[in-house]
């Protein structure tokens, strides 16, 4: 009698199983993203948390790296990505151009305005980066304002900045310093014996070793290292920083697009762009939102910015690497 009375328990077990192992009936979306490790896995964490019946799995590399991934799976016929989120707002110009990305008019992103995200719904800037100045608050005390102060002779031999061949962020920094400066500004930077190194959170931990005592990287990486005691600081140069908002589209020929839609809806949100401000110390891409503490409102880092072409980064990617190559590398 207790074996019979087994039976119907264990067939009862069987049946709730799926439901007793979380995502085992569930969907999973792969996610290509730049933005840093520490932080995209607190946001997964979070999405995953109110979809518990999507899992998120990450692929996490430098903007270039992700660009020469997906390439590379497009010539294979495959792209295993559901989910692009990179750095360089550029390139999903060339994404929709070669019909890698869903069109999908997001409801959650009607308070992101116009000019941060595609017009026929393709994709949409999901946290603001700003390409600033950074220095050691141990060795600074009167750090550089502008980026022409950066060609001083003073900071000879101590800037560290991030590579534009691996970080999409530092690659639409070039392309806006060579609209409003030209070449010779990173002529100039070179001379005064700059140094590159692969990206903007390994800047930042070098301005904050005190390896390079000054730098140029992003506003929220200074952020997160300050918070975490680091003798680090920003400055919005008052020339303009760099403001970019990085984007978010879903793949084309994704096997999970409610999936896919339902994670930009949660990135493009009031309540996701809550989550990145409170997880990773970015600044909203939805105006009236209240920023990190000593970050500008969006409105007026808009508004202090420096003038920034797309389409000119676009068009001349391959020139802007080339010469970058050239003056600073070689």
């Known amino acids: 009698m207790k074996k019979l009375g087994f039976l119907p328990f264990l067939i009862t077990v069987l049946m709730l199983s799926p439901f007793l192992t979380g995502n085992a009936q569930g969907e999973t979306l792969t996610l290509y993203t730049s933005v840093p490790t520490e932080i995209i896995t607190k946001v997964a964490d979070a999405f995953e948390k109110e979809h518990p019946d999507i899992k998120v799995d990450v692929f996490r590399s430098g903007t270039g790296t992700i660009t020469a991934k997906i390439a590379a799976e497009e010539e294979a016929g495959d792209v295993k990505a559901d989910v692009v989120w990179v ?32 017009p026929e719904g393709y994709y949409y800037g999901a946290r603001m980066i700003t390409m600033v100045i950074a220095y050691n608050t141990n060795f600074v005390d009167e750090p550089p304002k502008t980026w022409r102060d950066l060609l001083d002779e003073k900071w000879e031999g101590l800037i560290g900045m991030a590579n534009p061949l691996y970080s999409g962020a530092a690659l639409d920094t070039v392309g806006s310093i060579v609209m409003n400066y030209g070449l010779e500004f990173y002529r100039s930077l070179r001379a005064n014996g700059a140094s590159v190194v692969r990206g903007n959170s390994g800047t930042a931990r070098s301005i904050s070793s005190g390896e390079f005592p000054v730098g140029i990287t992003l ?6 290292q300050k918070a975490q005691g680091s ?13 970019i908002p990085s984007p978010i589209g879903i793949v084309s ?18 309540e996701g762009q809550e989550t990145l401000r409170e997880l990773g110390n970015f600044i909203s891409v939805i105006p009236g939102m209240t920023p990190p503490e000593g970050a500008p409102t969006l409105a007026e880092l ?3 910015s420096l003038p920034i072409d797309w389409a000119f980064i676009r068009r001349n990617t391959d020139w802007l690497r080339d010469q970058f190559t050239k003056i600073m590398l070689e």
């Open 219 to 224: 506003d929220y990486i200074v952020r997160n």
């Open 253 to 270: 020929d994704t096997d999970v697009p409610d999936a896919a839609k339902t994670f930009l809806d949660f990135a493009v949100s009031r």
């Open 87 to 118: 750095a360089d707002f550029a390139y999903y110009e060339t994404l929709k151009e070669k019909d890698l990305l869903m069109k999908y008019n997001s409801a959650a992103a009607k308070g992101i305005p116009q000019n941060l995200k595609d």
């Open 231 to 243: 003798p680090i600081e920003t400055i919005y140069p008052e020339d303009g920083a760099v403001a």
């Open 302 to 304: 808009t508004e202090s």
